[in-house]
């Protein structure tokens, strides 16, 4: 029998790369990373009365009188669902389904380890829709109409790996619909990490938010929350840029006409245009964009925030070569990484415990501070919290509320 490729679509590990064979050995072993636990044990008839039949029938006649108390007698009051569609996963791009399956197992993981929330993963399959040429417009209803059904067993919605543009429009009308917790991380939770990030960078390179130009290197769903949140937070110089070049206001798609007006300088063109005199650049696009010779032409002690996995727009020893003072990425391996991770999990730990029901921006921005103050002296190679630092879901979960 031939042996099977293991490669991934653009940006993953190649085919028979030891971290590649070693995942696939250890997820092959688990089968799965997510466990379902009884919190009372059954065991015997009279457990067994209780928590199932004939006991638990008085629960649900009680809950079904009072369905504002279900999150104090069910799951629901400390389950997460982790809800994706396949069609941006990581950097493999649109494969399903099932391939963002061991992503979202990986997610709900991570709640449980670092803020001890319970979350399950669920994939939606699209492909019936694509088979019969559904519109765009209905696929979107049809994953936003299969959430809200679903919503009740659950006290929050995190949603992630739903390509842009339909993302946005997905994210609003189930948080419009429902009374919990709803959040795009891909968007949000990027947002809140870039923020904390920048907050003690600029200190770093003694800027200020307000004055400072940023340029941000991808209009998705990362690039787009990130821009607004800045917004919020005081940013008032914002230019951003996508394949075509600088998003203008004659683009089609509406979150780039929007995004068009944090540009207050009217600057026109493509990535060397926007760089110029530039004091900030926040990739979150593709590998290999951005030059040495392009940081040049950014004003001194230049930040970069170079987020693309796992091949950044630029590798930090050639940003640092172009004059920036201060390098992030998404990758462990090098100082400053902006991992989600640092916010997600007490986004929903706070939504949780605090009964938030909408995750508002003036919330975000209180994440965002919570999570830079945890570097006491922030320097060039240390401006953001490790992500295995366990105060940060402590620090975020005491903010939402």
């Not at 009884?38 to 928590?51: F, G, I, M, T």
């Not at 400053?336 to 949780?352: D, E, K, M, V, Y």
């Not at 003036?362 to 501070?369: D, Q, R, W």
């Amino acid at each position: 029998m031939a042996k099977k490729d293991v490669s991934s679509a653009k940006g993953g590990p190649p085919s028979g790369g030891k971290l590649a064979q070693t995942a696939l050995a250890l997820h092959k072993k688990l089968g799965g990373k997510i466990r379902i636990m009884p919190a009372a044990p059954v065991r015997n008839r009279a457990d067994l009365s209780l928590v199932y039949t004939p006991g638990v029938a008085a629960v649900s006649s009680y809950v079904a009188k009072y369905p504002q108390e279900a999150r104090d007698y069910t799951i629901k009051g400390r389950m997460v669902a982790v809800i994706s569609d396949g069609s941006a996963v990581l950097g493999l791009g649109n494969i399903g389904a099932l391939g963002a399956l061991p992503v979202m197992e990986g997610k709900c993981a991570l709640f449980k380890t670092f803020a001890g929330v319970d979350a399950f993963p669920i994939v939606l399959d699209t492909t019936p829709l694509k088979l019969r040429s559904a519109s765009t417009q209905e696929e979107i209803d049809f994953i936003v109409q299969t959430v809200i059904a679903i919503a009740p067993a659950f006290g929050g919605i995190n949603l992630e790996d739903i390509g842009a543009p339909k993302c946005f429009e997905i994210e609003k009308r189930i948080s419009d619909a429902l009374d919990i917790p709803v959040m795009h991380d891909d968007q949000h939770g990027t947002a809140i990490v870039v923020l904390a990030g920048m907050i003690n960078a600029l200190k770093v390179v003694g800027k200020k938010m307000s004055s400072a130009k940023f340029v941000i290197l991808g209009a998705g769903a990362a690039g787009t929350a990130t821009a607004k949140l800045l917004h919020v937070a005081g940013a008032k110089n914002i230019v951003v840029l996508d394949s075509k070049g600088i998003v203008d206001s004659k683009r089609p798609e509406p979150h780039k006409r929007e995004l068009a007006k944090f540009n207050t300088r009217n600057v026109r063109g493509g990535l060397r245009e926007a760089l110029t005199g530039a004091d900030v650049l926040l990739g979150v696009s593709g590998p290999n964009l951005v030059k040495a010779e392009d940081i040049r032409l950014m004003a001194k002690k230049a930040i970069v925030f170079a987020m693309a996995n796992p091949t950044p727009e630029i590798m930090p020893d050639e940003a640092k070569r172009g004059g920036a003072m201060v390098v992030g990425t998404g990758r462990s391996d090098f100082p400053n990484q902006i991992n989600n991770s640092l916010a997600f999990p007490g986004i929903f730990r706070g939504a949780l415990d605090h009964g938030v029901t909408k995750i508002t921006d003036e919330m975000k921005v209180k994440a965002a501070k919570a999570i830079a103050a945890l570097v006491k002296k922030p320097t060039a190679n240390y401006v953001i919290p490790d992500m295995f630092d366990r105060r940060a879901p402590l620090a975020v979960a005491k903010v939402i509320r």
